[in-house]
């Protein structure tokens, strides 16, 4: 008995993908798609179900361009907050604000760096963990699903340098996040100092506590073409 054929998924709405977070170098970076127009997928449901199908960490959808109104969602839930899509979404429409569902985020844009401003409160929950060296962190297997887990370990406490890397626990096939920007925001409210953090494989975050709870987050961004994507 044969099986009739499955119909194949529809085309993907027209995306960009950016390397958000990247190292001095320019390699490396959090993978994140940008669909600039959000009128071409409406709903939750459709929209997870493109994040799924990119396979990154989280993909923007920019519903408001002139007044930088975005929706974050990973391949299984929608985010109020997350720094990479934010940095990301600011650095390619060139915003000067960007609106996620937590609130109005200024950005400023500093030659090679994108800063935004943000609240550790608009940060999912995740559980900061420290570690005696970088060799641990850097030794450390992906857990079981579960625990959004930040591992990391002072590299140069002196200077604020701090050795990371981030395991979601979804269960969605995201299994480490390279670059982490809200994990780096609760840090940061946690040690209560300006950081710069190499998180994943060589990607570069810096952070910056300012007035009234505000925290800075930069980082470097590049656009990449289809060839590079998996690279």
């Known amino acids: 008995m044969t099986t009739a054929p499955q119909p194949a998924p529809p085309?993907?709405?027209?995306?960009?993908?950016?390397?958000?977070?990247?190292?001095?170098?320019?390699?490396?970076?959090?993978?994140?798609?940008?669909?600039?127009?959000?009128?071409?997928c409406r709903g939750e449901e459709a929209r997870r179900a493109v994040a799924a199908r990119l396979g990154f960490s989280e993909t923007v959808f920019v519903d408001d361009p002139e007044r930088g109104i975005v929706d974050i969602?990973?391949?299984?839930?929608?985010?109020?907050?997350?720094?990479?899509?934010?940095?990301?979404?600011?650095?390619?429409?060139d915003l000067e604000v960007v609106n996620p569902p937590a609130g109005e985020v200024w950005v400023r844009h500093d030659g090679e760096f994108t800063w935004?401003?943000?609240?550790?409160?608009?940060?999912?929950?995740?559980t900061l963990r420290r570690y005696a060296s970088v060799e641990e962190v850097e030794g450390l297997d992906v857990p079981p699903p579960g625990e959004w887990l930040y591992a990391w370990a002072w590299s140069d406490e002196a200077a604020g340098r701090v050795r990371?890397?981030?395991?979601?626990?979804?269960g969605d096939g995201i299994e480490e996040d390279?670059?982490?920007?809200?994990?780096?925001?609760?840090?940061?409210?946690?040690?209560?100092?300006a950081l710069?953090?190499?998180?994943?494989?060589?990607?570069?975050?810096?952070?910056?506590?300012g007035p009234d709870g505000l925290i800075e987050l930069g980082g470097r961004v590049r656009p990449l073409s289809q060839p590079d994507i998996r690279r």
Not at 14 to 38: E, S, T
Not at 116 to 126: G, N, Y
Request: with cysteine; glycine share 14%.
């Open 164 to 170: 990371a890397r981030a395991f979601p626990g979804r």
């Open 116 to 126: 935004i401003e943000a609240r550790a409160e608009w940060a999912p929950p995740r």
């Open 11 to 40: 085309p993907l709405p027209p995306h960009d993908v950016l390397a958000v977070f990247c190292g001095g170098d320019g390699r490396h970076g959090n993978l994140l798609g940008v669909v600039r127009d959000g009128r071409v």
């Open 73 to 93: 969602h990973t391949p299984t839930v929608r985010l109020p907050f997350a720094g990479h899509p934010l940095v990301g979404a600011a650095w390619l429409l």
């Open 196 to 209: 710069n953090i190499t998180q994943g494989r060589g990607s570069q975050l810096l952070t910056a506590p």
């Open 178 to 193: 390279e670059a982490t920007g809200a994990a780096a925001l609760l840090l940061t409210a946690r040690l209560g100092r």
